[in-house]
């Protein structure tokens, strides 16, 4: 079970490389887990589906899909 994030959820627009924060937060949530990702630990994201991933794992299980 997830817990809830203790902070305010950020709205993101992904670009290949960066993000650019749309709205004030601390955290987006993984587009396949659910997961918080703290901003500072955002590592993985995809600009051509404006999605997060929590993990190098997931993100490259979601690349693979057709």
């Known amino acids: 079970m997830l817990m809830p994030p203790a902070g305010r959820l950020a709205r993101l627009h992904y670009l290949p490389g960066t993000f650019r924060q749309l709205s ?28 997060a991933y929590a993990t190098a794992a997931i993100a490259t299980k979601r690349m693979l899909e057709r």
């Open 24 to 51: 004030a937060g601390d955290h987006v949530l993984c587009a396949i887990s659910g997961a918080a990702i703290p901003l500072d630990m955002l590592r993985y994201w995809s600009a051509e589906r404006q999605e």
